[in-house]
């Protein structure tokens, strides 16, 4: 069991920039580590994720503008989250994933607002 502390978020101005992060109550080093966002009345929707080895993918509306990173040392992944807009507001979701054996785990979000 992985336990997701998600932390960060809040009140922003449009233009401006966040860094969410993610802590887990184990070691991360063997997972896929992603965020997903949701905002209201839409799906959840992948915003970002990084690969044990270092290799990230992103949401292809959000490339350039946010920055998904790990530090397996200290059981944490972050999003930099820059040039925000309203179209940002979101609640945002820490994951982690194996394939073997095949476990998902989410945290419990943590809100982000972007209104002047």
């Known amino acids: 069991q992985v336990q997701l502390v998600e932390s960060g978020g809040g009140l922003v101005q449009p233009g401006g920039s966040l860094r969410l992060s993610c802590a887990a109550s184990?070691?991360?080093?063997?997972?896929?580590m992603g965020w997903y966002r949701q905002a209201p009345g839409k799906p959840r929707e992948l915003v970002a994720t990084?690969?044990?080895?270092?290799?990230?993918n992103y949401a292809d509306s959000l490339k350039g503008r946010f920055s998904i990173s790990r530090d397996n040392a200290k059981n944490t992944v972050y999003l930099q989250m820059n040039s925000l807009n309203a179209e940002d507001t979101a609640i945002y979701y820490c994951?982690?994933?194996?394939?073997?054996?095949?476990?998902?785990?989410w945290g419990q979000g943590t809100q982000v607002t972007v209104s002047s």
């Open positions: 994951n982690a994933r194996t394939t073997v054996p095949n476990v998902t785990y």
């Open positions: 184990t070691s991360i080093f063997r997972y896929v």
């Open positions: 990084c690969a044990p080895g270092g290799t990230t």
